[in-house]
């Protein structure tokens, strides 16, 4: 929105609003801000998984072709699923759909989580064998 210019070349008294106010408007509405902060904390959660799951298949593996092959595979689904998704996204409810997908995402990040402890856990038992210290 642009505000009119007098014969000077300034604009309306009092009307000049920064690009920070205008950026962050919607941030005035509280629904609006507690959605922004939930989905930063969504997004940055789903960031951290990747990055948790991609550094497990280099422990794992030592190998950045494997970790190359994990990082793709995570994109396949979105590739793959993207549309057929956001037809499903429209007609069904999103309050519903968007608790399930998170509940699935969780399901998923204990499964991985149990299969690195279990990981750690044979490693734990190697290093005793190998030392001499396990039964």
């Not at 642009?2 to 690009?19: D, K, L, V």
């Not at 990055?51 to 298949?57: M, R």
């Amino acid at each position: 929105m642009r505000t009119r210019r007098s014969a000077t070349g300034q604009g309306r008294p009092g009307r000049r609003r920064g690009r920070t106010t205008r950026t962050f408007r919607s941030l005035q509405v509280p629904n609006y801000r507690i959605f922004f902060g939930g989905h930063a904390v969504s997004v940055i959660g789903t960031w951290m998984q990747r990055v948790a799951q991609d550094w497990l298949v280099l422990e794992l593996s030592d190998s950045p072709v494997a970790v190359g092959v994990a990082t793709a595979l995570q994109a396949l689904p979105t590739l793959f699923l993207g549309l057929w998704g956001g037809l499903l996204v429209d007609r069904l409810d999103r309050r519903k759909t968007i608790i399930a997908t998170q509940a699935v995402s969780a399901v998923l990040e204990v499964q991985r989580r149990a299969v690195e402890t279990l990981e750690l856990e044979r490693r734990i038992a190697a290093l005793e064998a190998a030392k001499g210290d396990g039964a």
